[in-house]
């Protein structure tokens, strides 16, 4: 597994995972997810850490990458392998991922600018559409 070559999240997820999603679960407050996706021309895997909002039963994450103009790689990673596995807390699990169509991502939108304010800033920062990705599970949950 390949950590994201930002430090600091290289560290987070680090955490996250040595904890079993009992450390480093949230960043300044807005929950954290650990996403683990396939690389489109290495095959690798690869993890990073994401904020995410819900939307019923599946969680939604944004491609912000801060509001630069180009997509975060781990986005352009997820379009052409959809099937990714996350860490929400102690549960891990395999999810598909799908880009928001904008009547859709206009509506969850308003529930993303609540859990994590500055995406707002991030979108008027960018031409870019800044994509959101719903992630939903594809195995039952354990009982």
Same mark, same amino acid.
């Given at each position: $597994?390949?950590?994201? +070559? %930002?430090?600091?999240?290289? %560290?987070?997820?680090?955490?996250?995972?040595?904890?079993?999603?009992?450390?480093?679960?949230? $960043? &300044?407050?807005? +929950?954290? @997810?650990?996403?683990?996706?396939?690389?489109?021309?290495? !095959?690798?895997?690869?993890?990073?850490?994401?904020?995410?909002?819900?939307?019923?039963?599946?969680? @939604?994450?944004?491609?912000?990458? !801060?509001?630069?103009?180009?997509?975060?790689?781990?986005?352009? &990673?997820?379009?052409? &392998?959809?099937?990714?596995?996350?860490?929400?807390?102690?549960?891990?699990?395999?999810?598909?991922?799908? =880009?928001? +169509?904008?009547?859709?991502?206009?509506?969850?939108?308003?529930?993303?600018?609540?859990?994590? +304010?500055?995406?707002?800033?991030?979108?008027?920062?960018?031409?870019?559409?800044?994509?959101?990705?719903?992630? =939903?599970?594809?195995?039952?949950?354990?009982?």
């Amino acid at each position: $597994m390949v950590l994201s +070559p %930002e430090g600091w999240v290289a %560290e987070q997820a680090r955490r996250y995972e040595e904890s079993g999603g009992t450390e480093a679960t949230d $960043m &300044n407050g807005s +929950p954290c @997810l650990l996403l683990d996706y396939k690389g489109r021309r290495s !095959g690798v895997w690869r993890r990073t850490v994401l904020i995410y909002g819900r939307d019923g039963e599946d969680y @939604l994450i944004v491609a912000s990458k !801060g509001g630069a103009d180009e997509h975060p790689a781990w986005y352009l &990673n997820i379009r052409e &392998n959809p099937e990714v596995r996350v860490r929400v807390g102690t549960e891990r699990f395999t999810a598909h991922a799908d =880009t928001l +169509p904008a009547e859709e991502k206009a509506r969850v939108w308003p529930h993303l600018l609540e859990v994590y +304010p500055p995406y707002e800033e991030y979108r008027r920062k960018t031409s870019r559409e800044i994509p959101v990705v719903r992630l =939903t599970r594809m195995d039952a949950p354990a009982s």
